[in-house]
């Protein structure tokens, strides 16, 4: 009779049932008020359940969370994303990851395709970086993760002290182009600003086509109104001020290794910022011309642009965007434009504004969220998901 050896006895195999109702048992989808629909598309493609969770509004405006279902020791996913409505958007979603997080979650992602005031992720005047205390907000709620898409920087992924999945949404508007566009080849890639030109070059290397930037136009982050910051210094001699004397640094020849000069006393005045008129670098004659970017909110810089392609000679005109917040009257300044037609993804819902223009169109991501959720679950690597996307991006 033959002797068993140990370590010889093997686990029986699971069936391939047995690992997916393991792999999704422990997922709970919830979401606030911001875009359901965008949340109900990513569960549904995931074979799950929306979660039970109810937010609402009390009379004085505060944010009540009721969560129906069990969270402790479960991956939360938080559905939400930025609208027109930031402020709430924001709470709700500080308020459902506290509450999970104080009912023993194992981990909360904040899945949040677009991140409100990440535009104002650079210091402007007497403000403040807002996206950085956001950030912060985000992370003392109990939020363990982040997946969020096309950030308007890239650098905002710093101020997070956890970890941020920035996903793209180029794939999805290069395969539009390719598929919708008739004689895309006969394009050209046009950035309406200098800012926006690397990623205007990224879409023009993968479709291996033609760039333009439009130059001169004044950007809508920064302003030349004149504040205490640009106040000139003293015209006295800082000698009258400080009761001090100040010699002026000379080189000498006995000094051969002094190269400090002065050239005058105090701090001289910046050069006077002359903006130079609209001109397009680049050819767009007879052209499609298609704008890029990653945010269409107010669009009169886009119309102004169109305008400036059609006298160019630009034969249609198309404008592609990640996020379309569409704020104001967007929707009837787009519709009375000469731009032919606006790609946008649905991060932000804008059902209401596609009924006031007829040239919106949508292109659907939850395929890409919800993969990305399935690799963040089961410890895969995200980098697929990024496979030929280039920093530009």
Not at 89 to 117: D, F, H, Q, W
Not at 256 to 280: A, M
Not at 348 to 363: A, G, V
Request: aromatic letters at 4%; one cysteine or more.
């Amino acid at each position: 009779m033959s002797k068993r050896r140990l370590g010889s006895v093997r686990p029986p195999k699971r069936c391939r049932s047995d690992m997916d109702n393991t792999s999704t048992s422990d997922i709970v989808i919830i979401n606030g008020n911001s875009h359901p629909d965008l949340a109900n598309m990513v569960a549904e493609r995931m074979g799950l359940k929306n979660g039970g969770c109810s937010v609402f509004h009390k009379s004085n405006r505060e944010t009540i969370v009721e969560i129906s279902d069990s969270v402790r020791g479960k991956d939360i996913y938080i559905i939400q994303t930025g609208t027109k409505d930031a402020n709430n958007n924001i709470m709700e979603l500080l308020i459902m990851a506290y509450a999970c997080k104080t009912s023993s979650a194992r981990s909360i992602v904040g899945v949040i395709p677009y991140l409100p005031y990440s535009k104002q992720c650079k210091m402007r005047k007497r403000g403040c970086i807002v996206s950085k205390l956001l950030a912060k907000m985000m992370c003392t709620s109990g939020l363990t993760h982040i997946i969020t898409m096309d950030l308007h920087q890239k650098e905002i992924q710093g101020f997070f002290d956890i970890p941020v999945d920035n996903l793209r949404a180029s794939p999805f508007l290069l395969q539009y182009i390719q598929e919708s566009i008739p004689d895309y080849r006969n394009s050209v890639i046009v950035a309406r600003n200098p800012g926006v030109a690397k990623k205007a070059n990224s879409y023009a290397e993968r479709l291996r086509l033609g760039l333009a930037v439009i130059h001169g136009e004044q950007k809508e982050a920064e302003s030349d109104e004149v504040d205490g910051r640009y106040s000139p210094p003293p015209t006295r001699a800082y000698s009258n001020i400080l009761g001090t004397s100040v010699e002026m640094c000379i080189p000498t020849a006995s000094s051969s290794r002094q190269r400090t000069t002065s050239v005058s006393v105090g701090v001289p005045e910046h050069p006077v910022k002359v903006k130079p008129p609209l001109t397009i670098v680049g050819d767009v004659n007879g052209r499609i011309a298609i704008m890029v970017d990653d945010l269409i909110d107010d669009v009169q810089a886009f119309v102004a642009a169109a305008e400036m392609l059609k006298d160019n000679g630009a034969c249609r005109i198309y404008v592609l965007a990640t996020h379309g917040l569409l704020s104001s009257d967007a929707p009837r300044l787009l519709e009375e434009s000469v731009i032919d037609e606006i790609v946008v993804t649905n991060t932000i819902p804008h059902e209401i504004q596609k009924l006031q223009c007829n040239k919106i169109k949508t292109i659907d991501i939850s395929i890409l969220i919800a993969e990305a959720i399935r690799r963040i679950h089961n410890k895969e690597s995200m980098s697929y998901l990024f496979r030929n996307v280039t920093l530009e991006d």
